[in-house]
């Protein structure tokens, strides 16, 4: 889900099914500012140890989905599928369109930092800010992108304002929306803009084909539950658009792309997104259900590793006619 300042857009239309199941388918301050930091970068890769993934230490606990190396690569992996269904845009917002001159970015939750350092190189004159709980960002980067570990939930400290806040991913992140808004309100620039990049947790289906008794339908409101719990509810996206309108911001737009759960649809360009979200899901589904099922619900490591292979199954189904809404 995108939220720049534009008028209001339909979500995509529902998707034909593909009946053919034969085949599977500048500076001087920046580079100072980048080098002081990097010593308190490296002290925070003391990750802790839990069930065979490595999860951040600083604040620890706040996010529930690790941070090694599968995972890294599972989020560069996701980046791409962003790309695909922004048809090869980082966003749709008016500081991402070509050829644009922006200020100064910040990229919330930048995770290994692949979308700052890509809007960095298509913007060299923006200063691009990367902030994230953990330390995952390479230490090498173009002198006009800065990674920060901190806690956005906390008093934000930039002192200069901002052109562009991206926000990607950040249900079950953040405990206090209306709160983690407002400050992205105040710290932009008048005229500044927000985009909230966001994946439903719970699949749709346009047919009734994914049911609550699904493996897969169960492990989603597992982890909503979890979520819950936690104190950091996944948020269904369209009370978001509420939540921006209540932090102040204005022409709000909406715009719901469809990521299927395999290769089920009939139109090329759906079948290929469920192609890549089908390995996005299947890379993914340990990282997203160990810490919740585990920590939330009392699940024994085994426990989770045996009820993901029903959800695997479930991924694969053609006969299921899922998808996320993004």
Same mark, same amino acid.
């Given at each position: 889900?995108d939220?720049p300042a534009?008028?209001?857009r339909?979500?995509?239309?529902?998707?034909?099914?593909?009946?053919?199941?034969?085949?599977?388918?500048?500076?001087?301050?920046i580079?100072?500012?980048?080098?002081?930091?990097?010593?308190?970068?490296?002290s925070?890769?003391?990750?802790?140890?839990?069930?065979?993934?490595?999860?951040?230490?600083?604040?620890?606990?706040?996010?529930?989905?690790?941070?090694?190396?599968?995972?890294?690569d599972?989020?560069?992996?996701?980046?791409?599928?962003?790309?695909?269904?922004?048809?090869?845009?980082l966003?749709?917002?008016p500081?991402?369109k070509?050829?644009?001159?922006?200020?100064?970015?910040?990229d919330?939750?930048?995770?290994?930092g692949?979308?700052a350092?890509?809007?960095?190189d298509?913007?060299p004159?923006?200063?691009?800010y990367?902030?994230?709980?953990?330390?995952?960002?390479?230490?090498?980067?173009? #002198?006009?992108?800065?990674f920060e570990?901190?806690d *956005? /939930?906390?008093?934000?400290?930039?002192?200069q +304002? $901002?052109?562009? %806040?991206?926000?990607?991913?950040?249900t079950?992140?953040?405990?206090?929306w209306p709160?983690?808004?407002?400050?992205?309100?105040?710290?932009?620039?008048?005229?500044?803009y927000?985009?909230?990049?966001?994946?439903?947790?719970?699949?749709?289906?346009?047919?009734?084909?994914?049911?609550?008794?699904? #493996?897969?339908?169960?492990m989603?409101t597992?982890? *909503? /539950?979890?979520?819950e719990k936690?104190g950091? +509810? $996944?948020?269904? %996206?369209?009370?978001?658009q509420?939540?921006?309108s209540?932090?102040?911001?204005?022409?709000?737009?909406?715009?719901?792309?469809?990521?299927?759960?395999n290769?089920?649809?009939?139109d090329?360009?759906?079948?290929?997104?469920g192609?890549?979200?089908?390995?996005?899901?299947?890379?993914?589904?340990?990282?997203f259900?160990?810490?919740?099922?585990?920590?939330?619900?009392?699940?024994?490591?085994a426990?989770v590793?045996?009820?993901? %292979?029903?959800?695997?199954?479930?991924?694969?189904?053609?006969?299921i006619?899922?998808?996320?809404?993004s």
């Amino acid at each position: 889900m995108d939220m720049p300042a534009a008028s209001q857009r339909d979500a995509e239309p529902q998707l034909a099914v593909d009946e053919n199941h034969d085949t599977d388918d500048r500076s001087e301050v920046i580079s100072s500012i980048a080098s002081s930091s990097t010593s308190l970068r490296s002290s925070l890769k003391d990750y802790r140890e839990e069930n065979g993934r490595t999860y951040h230490t600083y604040k620890d606990g706040k996010y529930n989905l690790p941070n090694d190396e599968r995972e890294k690569d599972r989020l560069d992996f996701q980046h791409q599928m962003w790309l695909l269904a922004l048809k090869d845009r980082l966003g749709v917002a008016p500081p991402c369109k070509e050829n644009t001159r922006v200020g100064r970015v910040l990229d919330v939750g930048t995770g290994t930092g692949i979308w700052a350092l890509n809007f960095g190189d298509e913007h060299p004159e923006a200063e691009v800010y990367g902030v994230d709980l953990s330390p995952t960002q390479p230490d090498l980067v173009s #002198p006009n992108v800065i990674f920060e570990i901190d806690d *956005v /939930e906390e008093t934000w400290t930039w002192k200069q +304002p $901002f052109d562009y %806040i991206h926000s990607r991913i950040m249900t079950s992140s953040i405990g206090n929306w209306p709160l983690y808004l407002r400050q992205c309100y105040d710290n932009l620039k008048p005229g500044g803009y927000i985009e909230l990049q966001e994946i439903d947790i719970v699949p749709r289906s346009d047919d009734g084909t994914i049911t609550a008794d699904t #493996p897969l339908m169960k492990m989603c409101t597992l982890l *909503v /539950e979890a979520s819950e719990k936690f104190g950091r +509810p $996944f948020m269904e %996206i369209p009370t978001l658009q509420g939540l921006l309108s209540d932090a102040g911001f204005v022409d709000i737009s909406m715009i719901v792309h469809k990521w299927p759960s395999n290769t089920w649809p009939k139109d090329p360009r759906f079948k290929h997104l469920g192609l890549w979200q089908n390995e996005n899901m299947q890379s993914g589904l340990e990282a997203f259900s160990m810490a919740p099922l585990t920590r939330g619900h009392g699940w024994t490591r085994a426990e989770v590793e045996v009820f993901l %292979i029903q959800v695997r199954k479930d991924l694969n189904n053609k006969a299921i006619h899922a998808y996320w809404p993004s």
